[in-house]
Structures are given as C-alpha cells and as structure tokens.
C-alpha cells in the first residue's frame, strides 16, 4: 500500500513569498489533515478535512494560510506571504474516516521542510 | 489551553537496556492516547496506542501504562536496539467529535552501542 505522498520536500524562500504544498493522501482515506512541526516540537494541527469539506481550521492562520481538498482526495496547503516564523515542516496525514471507531491511526506523509529567509 | 508535555526532552540508553518514556497531558477529558516515534526527515510512525479505560497495553516490545490519576502515561520499549532512536511522541485526543490530536514537545531516545 502506498504512503501519504508529499511534494516538494524542501523549500527555500524569501519572507512575503508564497508557497505551496501538495499531498495524495493514502487512497481511500476520507480524512485529511496538515499540521506543522516547527523544530523541537510536535506536531500541530492546522486543518483538517472529511472528503472535501472543512472539519476543523481553528488553528489555521487565515489571513496567510489557506488549504483546499477539490473532489475529496489530494490536497493543497499555501502560505501567502510568508513570515519567518512560518519556517517548519509541514506534515499531511490521512485516515479512513474520522467517524468511524477503528480509524484512529493516522498516517503521515514524509513532511516539507520550508526554510523562510 | 491544551497541552501535552514531556519530563526528559533527551534520553539515552546502551543497546539491550529497557527504556522509558514520559508524557504528562493537562487535559483530564482526553480518552485516547497515541504514542508516535519519528525518524529523522520522516513523518510520525504509529507505536502503540492505549484508552483510558485501561491502564496497560502490551505490544511487541513495547508497552504503555496510564495513570489517569496524576495524568501520566509512559512508554516502555524492552531490549532497546539501534533501530530505536528517534523523537517519541506522546499525543491525546477525545474519541467522540473531530478526533484532533495533541501532541506533545517529544523526546530524543539515543541508543549507544
């Protein structure tokens, strides 16, 4: 079974710049979720979603952070402009349903590294 | 607000030895407790998990205990092997509702030879 898949890995750009992120979450996972680890520690939910629509965004920066999920299944993250402190790598992670009792787990993509200068 | 921490941000232990991990979660409503392990350059890897309707779960060399009195949970990984050095993570959540995990600051397991 593939993995939650992340592009790029790296980036490197200057502050005001923007970004973004790209995920294919695992198929058939209906739940989708970015969070960010900055360095030293865990990581924290920014958003999150149940096919395409918005569960949770409460610790979204809106005025800078915006996220899609078209037609339910990859998804992407932008940053727009991007401050220093924005420097973290950002996880995607997928589930089969938030709803249902055996779907706890959530599994993680390999993270992009973003580097704001 | 919500927070989950760790005790030790550093620890390490010689190949073979038993280690353990501490977590302490501030929010006395979570009933779901994860603990992650991250390698260097990947995302969260799922260990164990455990319920606050009990206090042990055994996995394969892996076990975590949880005191919901003093809100504490640790991980305890037996026979240690160089395999296992990583970031540990302990995050919580409540089953019921969107299911958003917290996680805590995480602590480095260096595994000596």
């Known amino acids: 079974e593939a993995g939650v898949a992340q592009s790029p890995r790296y980036k490197i750009i200057e502050k005001r710049q923007s970004v973004a992120f790209w995920c294919n979450p695992i198929s058939g996972h209906a739940t989708l979720y970015w969070y960010q680890q900055i360095l030293g520690q865990g990581p924290k939910l920014l958003i999150q979603f149940q096919n395409n629509g918005v569960v949770d965004d409460s610790q979204l920066p809106k005025d800078r952070f915006s996220a899609e999920r078209l037609k339910g299944v990859d998804s992407t993250l932008k940053i727009q402009p991007a401050k220093l402190e924005d420097s973290a790598v950002y996880l995607c992670?997928?589930?089969?349903?938030?709803?249902?009792?055996?779907?706890?787990?959530?599994?993680f993509g390999p993270g992009t590294r973003l580097t704001v200068t | 607000g919500e927070s989950v921490g760790l005790h030790l941000p550093t620890l390490s232990v010689q190949e073979g030895d038993n280690s353990i991990i501490n977590c302490a979660y501030s929010n006395s409503a979570s009933d779901y407790f994860i603990w992650y392990k991250q390698e260097s350059g990947k995302g969260p890897q799922f260990i164990i998990d455990?319920?606050?309707?009990?206090d042990k779960r055994q996995g394969q060399r892996v076990t975590v205990l949880l005191n919901k009195t003093v809100k504490h949970l640790s991980l305890q990984i037996a026979a240690t092997q160089p395999g296992d050095s990583a970031v540990y993570f302990c995050?919580?959540?409540?089953?019921?509702?969107?299911?958003?995990?917290?996680f805590g600051q995480g602590t480095r397991l260096t595994i000596n030879p």
């Open positions: 995050a919580e959540t409540i089953i019921q509702g969107a299911q958003k995990l917290v």
């Open positions: 455990i319920r606050s309707n009990m």
């Open positions: 992670a997928s589930s089969l349903n938030h709803r249902t009792v055996l779907t706890y787990e959530q599994y």
